[in-house]
């Protein structure tokens, strides 16, 4: 019982480390390609 307790602690913090990390990764990644965009713009 103690261990299937262990497995489900753990399971629960990687899923909310993937989550938060997916999270940071998703805000940069369109804070990039609004960038990208701004410079296009400019550049033509």
Same mark, same amino acid.
């Given at each position: 019982m103690y261990m299937d307790t262990i497995i489900m602690t753990s399971l =629960?913090? =990687?899923?909310?480390v993937v989550m938060v990390t997916g999270g940071i990764l998703y805000c940069f990644a369109r804070e990039g390609v609004k960038r990208d965009r701004h410079d296009e713009t400019e550049k033509h």
């Open positions: =629960v913090t =990687v899923g909310a």
